[in-house]
């Protein structure tokens, strides 16, 4: 993997000598629990796009597939270091790939099932990627016959494998799974080798290929699991791509670091969602506000509710105060709100005894191991309460961004600069204010987004907001609100304008601006894409 080593090697004496990183890999955690509960459920997985197939697997046949799967590919020239991609859903043969790419010392590049020729010709062209995995089709798309056209244009791919069919000029995925490959020579993964390569979700424009080992990964994972009470008899459920590191973290590398249960849900639908959690008995699960909205929307309206949940961590997008309110009765859950990003994991949480105050007015503190600062421009840090760049450093941030040394935004002190503003109060728990190029400055005086967004999204009629800035020759900038409304329900400018005075909001921070749409642009992990609005905006 090309990209810059030495930060990741200078960082290293420090965070072995405060036990963050443990020098474990997750095939460490494998071991032990398959060698302690065999049989136990590992995977449920259910595929419901079409006739619903359910797959359960037990931790001895994961661990036995993996090994397969990895035997396979080295009999196909893979080996360590190469870069394996895979384009799945979350499927059971996701987390299969990432524990044979582990076993094989291979870097395991998911990819997300929205990225389409354009995206993946430039992404695996950085990657130098030498296997291409993909469904046969997936939501009404021919993802084979993409992945033929993409093998004409990029010499390195030299092996593509379809799960559920065949293509030409492929193999099935099941040939992953025949017996007879040779063994893998005896040695031990390298706690420090690079194991995931994955390109950030595209909220600002062109990708940039994050890079985690597993001393990086685990040392967010342990405080993590600590905090929120979670152990080996958790039930984990997933309905986040496991493609997007909210899902491959707490969906596939968290439950076996625990030797917990993992449900994998492919397709999002609230209803499908609910029933799952209920079926297998599911304590937690985790995604961005539109999971969290739209399934309690689903048990509110149903009254089936899912008894056994007992925590939902929110994180990808900053929570609404009105929706944190309305979650926790209606599921019975503790609402987590965190913050993170693919560069380094969840790096805040609110902690499950912290009040609703906090819980709905906060993105949480940092986990331990990790540090974050709220800086003035000038790289002071900001007073109390007061708004400014948000950095953070500590265990588990990345490696470094794939052949781009000169994007990582890391100063010789180790502070990463997010690209978030935020606040923090006196002790240590931050408010996410927007991105730092979320900014609208009207007539030289800044608007504060989050809380405008927060207050039109306790509107009845308003199901989602996000707000942003349109070129103003005289002021600079305006703000224009996008929203989706509730089924049936009406929204005017002039009933905005009201709704915001009635709520004694400043006047130049009313937007000035009201468009209606059928659906916000989002990434698969629910961030907005702002940038796509402030596009729509200028046209």
Not at 65 to 78: C, D, F, S
Not at 226 to 233: P, S, T
Not at 253 to 260: C, F, Q, T
Request: proline share 5%.
């Amino acid at each position: 993997m090309d990209f810059d080593q030495g930060r990741l090697l200078a960082r290293r004496a420090a965070m072995v000598a405060r036990g963050d990183w443990r020098d474990v890999t997750l095939l460490d955690h494998l071991d032990r629990v398959v060698a302690a509960w065999p049989d136990k459920t590992a995977v449920v997985a259910f595929r419901t796009d079409g006739e619903v197939v359910e797959t359960r697997l037990s931790y001895r046949a994961l661990d036995a597939m993996a090994e397969t799967v990895a035997r396979n590919l080295a009999a196909r020239g893979v080996g360590a270091g190469d870069t394996v991609s895979f384009q799945l859903p979350n499927w059971c043969e996701f987390s299969v790939l990432h524990l044979a790419c582990l076993k094989l010392g291979a870097v395991s590049n998911p990819l997300m099932v929205i990225f389409r020729a354009r995206e993946l010709g430039f992404m695996l062209k950085l990657a130098e990627s030498k296997v291409l995995v993909v469904p046969a089709r997936f939501r009404g798309f021919d993802y084979a016959g993409m992945a033929a056209g993409l093998r004409e244009v990029l010499p390195d791919l030299r092996h593509v494998f379809v799960v559920g069919g065949q293509a030409v000029g492929a193999e099935p995925f099941s040939a992953l799974l025949a017996a007879g490959a040779p063994g893998l020579p005896a040695r031990r993964l390298s706690a420090d080798a690079v194991i995931q390569l994955l390109y950030t979700s595209g909220t600002t424009g062109e990708p940039k290929g994050v890079l985690h080992t597993s001393n990086t990964m685990l040392s967010n994972l342990v405080p993590f699991a600590e905090r929120l009470g979670l152990g080996g008899d958790d039930v984990i459920h997933m309905p986040s791509p496991m493609a997007h590191q909210l899902g491959f973290m707490y969906g596939l590398v968290l439950p076996v670091m625990l030797g917990a249960t993992a449900v994998l849900q492919d397709v999002f639908a609230a209803g499908e969602m609910a029933r799952q959690i209920v079926a297998e008995g599911a304590t937690f699960t985790m995604g961005a506000t539109p999971f969290l909205n739209d399934l309690t929307e689903h048990v509110a309206s149903s009254g089936v509710g899912t008894p056994s949940l007992r925590v939902f961590v929110s994180a990808g997008a900053p929570i609404p105060r009105a929706l944190v309110g309305k979650a926790r009765p209606t599921l019975g859950a503790a609402v987590i709100s965190a913050w993170g990003m693919s560069e380094n994991g969840a790096v805040t949480t609110t902690r499950p005894e912290d009040d609703e105050a906090r819980a709905t007015t906060t993105d949480g503190c940092a986990l331990p191991g990790m540090e974050v600062g709220v800086f003035e421009p000038d790289g002071a840090l900001a007073s109390v309460g007061a708004e400014g760049q948000l950095k953070v450093r500590g265990c588990s941030n990345f490696a470094g961004y794939l052949k781009r040394p000169e994007l990582d935004n890391t100063d010789a002190e180790g502070w990463f600069d997010t690209g978030d503003l935020a606040r923090m109060d006196g002790d240590g728990y931050i408010r996410i204010a927007g991105r730092s190029k979320d900014i609208i400055i009207r007539g030289g005086e800044n608007i504060p987004v989050v809380e405008v967004e927060g207050l039109l999204y306790r509107h009845p009629a308003v199901a989602e907001v996000a707000i942003v800035g349109v070129p103003d020759a005289r002021l600079g900038e305006r703000a224009c609100a996008y929203v989706k409304l509730r089924e049936g329900a009406e929204f005017g400018f002039a009933e905005m304008v009201a709704y915001l005075g009635a709520q004694q909001m400043a006047r130049q921070y009313i937007p000035e601006r009201l468009e209606v749409v059928a659906e916000l642009p989002r990434t698969p992990s629910g961030k907005v894409q702002k940038f796509r609005l402030r596009e729509l905006a200028r046209g």
